[in-house]
């Protein structure tokens, strides 16, 4: 799977993301990949739901992964997100 | 799968609902699930991933589900929120 269909979902609104989503698709893509971390996981959950019951009614949840990433903190240290990846399908 | 190993994830803090999850564990069942609206979706991540690296070291993630539940609101119209499901077992 190439990294050009993957979302990176951060603090924007929910259609933006959306949006992003289609464009993939509509480039010929068959899957999209939404990635987030921290806060922003639920925004990712949203992101897959709305567009599987509104835009795109053929596209399924194929693979749902959740992680712990160690992101360096501007003081030095190192901190602990959790992260999720969702692969959404035709 | 009883409903008893379902632990409901809100707004509390992290660790009530690893204690939750160790306790149901202890009882001596063997799955717990994890279920979670909104926002509490990525607290829901937090407690499986903290619950997986750092307090139960042989529990994996066996499924993730997302789905979106409709909710009454207090006017009397509905309200459509997202919801993850994580099953974690030995």
Redesign the interface.
């Known amino acids: 799977m190439s990294e050009e269909n993957t979302i990176f979902i951060g603090s924007k609104g929910v259609m933006s993301y959306i949006l992003a989503c289609v464009t993939q698709l509509n480039k010929g893509n068959n899957d999209v990949v939404l990635k987030a971390r ?5 925004r990712a ?2 992101v ?2 709305i567009l599987r ?1 509104r835009f795109v009614s053929d596209l399924k ?1 194929k693979d ?5 990433e160690q992101i360096k903190e501007s003081e030095g240290g190192t901190a ?1 997100v ?3 990846e ?1 692969t959404l399908g035709k």
Request: glycine fraction near 4%.
């Open positions: 921290g806060r922003a996981i639920s959950v949203d897959a739901e019951t949840v749902i992964k959740i992680s712990t602990n959790s992260a999720i969702i």
